[in-house]
Every structure is written in structure tokens, then in C-alpha cells.
């Protein structure tokens, strides 16, 4: 079929096959431009692998340091005449180029967040490599229904306390708007958000490999936060998704503790905004970004997916000497450059200016409508989107 974005709200409902497989491909070759990653990791799980960061750490590991990795993650394949999800098609991209390398790569597609998924994973383990070195937490879900309680929960994108209003843009159209967004409602909301992009899932998963006797001797396992400019704090940082993130890194103690008896340890890497299928949800952050992207490209510091994760790598989690760099509050930073004061002076000057008018000259919107196509595996040019593709496209290694 011939396959064109469809696009509803902040959601493409489409994905090219052939472009996400161009997407892909440009990660590895990046990967393999900067080297080998020194002493890198070498059977790695990644929980959340099929976009964004978790993909981006599945790509680094296996390109930059020649990992067999398992990729977990919730994806719809496609069916004749209905395109496949991207992160269907990544996965499918991946394996292929993965096998080809002569690297080891299969996949677990359906629900983290269950028993059944991670036992599943568990057998995999046992069954192909016996033991992982790295887990990667890089989950990203509106929901949760909890494997112990049988509860349902969803999470909400809201301030706490009092209403926010601000700036925001419809990224397609480039109009700017005020945006005010009500202060949750009940602890309810901050609760099921905690339980939805908290901590718990990550001790599960840990809990389990762990008794499994999957988890090597010294393993690591990293998961994903993020900060951000005071700006987005009423509805990021303070806000109900905040409250996931202070849990998710409190959890860190209580994992190290599980993981003493094998020497292994856990991180919080604190990462850079960017365009993401979940990150383009949230109000007020497209806006930012795209006048955070215009400034770091000026100065020529603008990084992507790739390059965070491949920096987090070879620079923080896996160094020469063994030292991971942290913060006074024991995260590591791959967020360094973005919050740089300099930036962030700039930023919030540009802020005070966007409007609908002026938008396309100071902010990079055009970068960031370019990333979100490419998310799908649009506007690459290697690729003939008027040309009929095949959409049906197999994982070749999913269980
Ligand atoms: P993403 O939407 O691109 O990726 C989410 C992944 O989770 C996908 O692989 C998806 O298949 C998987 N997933 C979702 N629900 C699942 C389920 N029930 N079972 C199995 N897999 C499931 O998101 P992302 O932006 O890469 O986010 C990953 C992490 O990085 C999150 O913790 C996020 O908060 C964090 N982070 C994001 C940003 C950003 O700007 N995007 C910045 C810093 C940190
Ligand atoms: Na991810």
C-alpha cells in the first residue's frame, strides 16, 4: 500500500515501513562512528526498546559494543492494508540489521508491566544467554494495570496545588496559545501516576530477575527521568508525572539493595528533552523544545536520541576507569548540556517572545516537526513515499 502520515493531535496514526528502517539505520551508523564503547555491556535486557530511549539504548549496545539484546516492548503489528505501529517496524529494522551484523536479537512483545511478560522474558533469558549485564528501564505508558492488585490505573499530566497557564503550541499548525491546565483533584491522581511511571515495576523486574539468578555478577540496570527548566516545572517536575519521577529515583536505594549479593548496582540517568511519542503528549513541552533545539544547534551542541544514549554509554555508565560521574543527588546527567546556564538564559528569553507570528524564525519548530515525522519514519529522502510498499513486515525473532 502507499502509506502517508495521518495525523491526529500530538498522534501519527500511520508509519512507513521502509522509512523506519532509514531511521534506524542512521542510529547505527551513528553508533558506529563514534567506536567502540570502552568495557561496554554485552547481554543486555531493554524493557521499553521499540522507540525513544529504550531503542536508542538497544542501538548502542548492540552497535557500539557488540551485545545480544532482548527488547521488550507493546507494539501492534501490521495487517494487510493497516500499517504496523513504528516501534513494530523499528524492532523488525533492528533485528534485521542486528542478525546481519551476526549479533543476537530477539524480541518479547506484550505488556512489561505483567507477571507473564516477565517471566517470559525470564525463560528467554535462561534459554539463549543465561545471565544480562545491563537492564534498561525505558518505559513510557499512559496506564497500568498492576500485576499483584489487578488495579487499573492511568496516569494524568497535571499541576498540583494550583492552576498553571502558560505558553503552548499546536506543533503542526505553529499556533501559539495560552494553555490552562487544572491542578489535580485528589491524591487519587498523583497516586495512580506514581503507579503507572514510578518505581515499582522497575523493583519488580528486578526483583525477579533477580531471584531467577538471571542478573550477572556486577550487572547494571539504568531507567529514564527527567528535570527540565524551571518553566516546566508546574507541569513536569512538580506536577503529577514529577511525582512518578522523585519515586522512580527513590527506588534506587531499594534496588541497589537487591542487587548486593551480586555486586550490582542501579541509576537514574536524567536525560535531554526531545521529541518522543511521549514527550509530544505533554502540554508546554513542544514549545520548549523546539526553542531549546534552536539554541543548542546554534551553538552546536543539539543532540538526539542516539546521541544521548551513545553518550550515556561510552561516558557515564561504562568509563575507562569504571567511575560514573553523579549528581549531588546521585543521578547521572546526560541532561548537562541542556541545562547549561547559557541555554537556558537564551531559552527563556525566547520564551518570553514566541508568538504564532514570529515562531518559525526564533524557535526550531521546523526541527521538531521533522523529528515527530521521523518518529514514524517519515521525510527521509533515501525514501519514495508515493511508491507502493509492503506493509506487512515481520519481527523476524518475537515470542
Ligand atoms: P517512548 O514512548 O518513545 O517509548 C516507550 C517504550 O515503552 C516503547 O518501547 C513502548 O513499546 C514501551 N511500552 C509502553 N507501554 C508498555 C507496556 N505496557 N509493555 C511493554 N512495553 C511498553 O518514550 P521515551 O520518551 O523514550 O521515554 C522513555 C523514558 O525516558 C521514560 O521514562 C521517559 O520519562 C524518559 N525520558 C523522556 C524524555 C523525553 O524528552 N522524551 C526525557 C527524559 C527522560
Ligand atoms: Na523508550
Not at 542478525?99 to 528467554?124: M, P, Q, R, W
Not at 507541569?235 to 527513590?250: H, M, P, Q, S, V
Not at 549479593?261 to 536524567?270: K, L, T
Request: net charge negative; aromatic share 8%.
Amino acid at each position: 500500500m502507499i502509506i502517508q502520515p495521518r495525523v491526529r493531535g500530538f498522534i501519527c496514526l500511520t508509519s512507513h515501513p521502509e522509512g523506519t528502517a532509514q531511521h534506524i539505520k542512521n542510529q547505527i551508523e551513528y553508533v558506529k562512528s563514534k567506536g567502540k564503547i570502552a568495557n561496554g555491556p554485552k547481554k543486555v535486557l531493554v524493557i521499553g526498546a521499540s522507540t525513544g530511549f529504550g531503542l536508542a539504548s538497544r542501538i548502542s549496545a548492540a552497535f557500539g559494543s557488540d551485545a545480544a539484546t532482548i527488547g521488550v516492548f507493546f507494539e501492534k503489528p501490521a495487517a494487510p492494508g493497516k500499517p504496523g505501529t513504528a516501534g513494530w517496524y523499528n524492532s523488525a529494522a533492528f533485528e534485521n540489521e542486528a542478525h546481519a551484523a551476526g549479533l543476537y536479537a530477539k524480541s518479547i512483545n506484550g505488556d512489561a508491566f505483567s507477571d507473564e511478560v516477565k517471566a517470559k522474558t525470564i525463560e528467554l533469558i535462561k534459554q539463549d544467554l543465561g545471565q544480562v549485564d545491563l537492564v534498561v528501564y525505558s518505559l513510557a505508558s499512559p496506564r497500568r494495570t498492576h500485576p499483584k492488585t489487578g488495579v487499573a490505573h492511568a496516569s494524568v499530566l497535571k499541576p498540583i496545588g494550583q492552576p498553571f497557564t502558560d505558553k503552548t503550541v499546536d506543533f503542526h499548525s505553529g499556533v501559539v496559545s495560552d494553555i490552562s491546565i487544572n491542578p489535580v483533584e485528589s491524591d487519587e491522581d498523583i497516586a495512580n501516576t506514581v503507579a503507572v511511571m514510578g518505581g515499582e515495576d522497575w523493583k519488580f523486574w528486578i526483583e525477579e530477575l533477580k531471584a531467577a539468578g538471571v542478573l550477572a555478577d556486577g550487572v547494571k540496570t539504568v531507567a529514564y527521568s527527567y528535570i527540565g527548566p524551571e518553566l516546566t516545572y508546574p507541569i513536569y517536575r512538580n506536577g503529577t508525572i514529577g511525582r512518578a519521577k522523585d519515586d522512580l529515583e527513590g527506588t534506587v536505594p531499594v534496588i541497589n539493595d537487591i542487587l548486593k549479593d551480586v555486586n550490582g548496582i542501579s541509576y537514574v540517568s536524567v536525560n535531554k528533552a526531545l521529541v518522543t511519542q511521549s514527550s509530544s503528549a505533554i502540554p508546554v513541552v513542544p514549545l520548549y523544545i523546539s526553542l531549546l533545539y534552536k539554541v543548542m544547534k546554534e551553538k552546536g551542541i543539539h543532540e538526539g536520541t542516539i546521541e544521548q544514549i551513545q553518550r550515556l554509554f561510552a561516558e557515564r555508565l561504562y568509563t575507562a576507569d569504571g567511575q560514573v560521574a553523579l549528581d549531588e543527588k546521585g543521578r547521572i546527567r546526560v541532561d548537562d548540556l541542556e541545562m547549561r546556564e547559557d541555554i537556558q538564559a537564551e531559552v527563556a528569553k525566547l520564551w518570553e517572545q514566541a508568538t504564532t507570528e514570529n515562531l518559525e524564525e526564533i524557535s526550531d519548530i521546523a526541527g521538531y516537526r521533522n523529528d515527530f515525522f521521523n518518529l514514524f519514519g517519515f521525510n527521509f529522502p533515501e525514501v519514495n513515499y508515493e511508491a507502493d510498499t509492503n506493509e506487512v513486515v515481520n519481527v523476524p525473532s518475537i515470542e
